[in-house]
């Protein structure tokens, strides 16, 4: 019977996007500003767009969000995203307008393949299309989609995608009903 060996594990094919010295800027700006109680929106969002990600208008990050790299995201007009979410984005996040990421939230781009003995890196986009509510705690695994409307319930785990106006609820999380808005 085969054994993981994390002695073989590599992943020099992947690239997060960006040189060694933004890579080390971000880490400290992200520790300073962003995985802390710093409350001023506006310089978030500045400093989010110096650092290469395209963020649109009347946005809100919370204090206590982590985001691995700006320059692999994506946010609409009018997007909420909730205290101590996580983006881990090792592939490209984009999040929809309208969307809001509740509080302890993870979008999470990589995984391993736990099939293989070397415990290969697997890494995949997330889409959260317009008016996606991503509930609290949550998560959002690679290469899921979730499509215009969609929730995901508190507590859940998108594991593929999510159909628009539907609510989604568990682990794996499964279709319960529709979303209406009113």
Same mark, same amino acid.
């Given at each position: ?12 094919? &992947? ?53 691995? &790299? ?13 205290? &101590? ?23 999470? *781009? ?15 986009? /997330? ?13 959002? *695994? ?9 929730v995901l319930s508190a507590g859940s785990v998108a594991t593929s995608n999510l159909d628009a106006y539907a609510v989604y609820q568990g682990n794996p999380a499964k279709k319960t009903r529709e979303?209406? /808005?009113?």
């Amino acid at each position: 019977m085969q054994k993981t060996d994390l002695s073989q594990f590599n992943n020099s094919w &992947y690239g997060p996007g960006a040189n060694p010295v933004k890579r080390f800027l971000w880490y400290f700006t992200n520790a300073a500003f962003f995985n802390s109680a710093f409350p001023v929106n506006g310089f978030k969002i500045l400093l989010l767009r110096l650092f290469g990600a395209k963020v649109g208008k009347a946005v809100v990050v919370k204090p206590h969000v982590n985001i691995k &790299y700006p320059w692999k995201l994506s946010i609409g007009d009018h997007v909420w995203i909730g205290e &101590y979410a996580w983006i881990d984005n090792l592939a490209d996040v984009s999040i929809g307008n309208n969307a809001c990421i509740s509080q302890g939230a993870l979008l999470l *781009c990589g995984n391993h393949n736990y099939k293989k003995s070397s415990f290969d890196l697997i890494v995949g986009a /997330i889409t959260l299309e317009e008016g996606v509510w991503i509930g609290a705690r949550s998560t959002v *695994c690679p290469g899921v989609k979730c499509h215009s409307h969609a929730v995901l319930s508190a507590g859940s785990v998108a594991t593929s995608n999510l159909d628009a106006y539907a609510v989604y609820q568990g682990n794996p999380a499964k279709k319960t009903r529709e979303r209406i /808005i009113e």
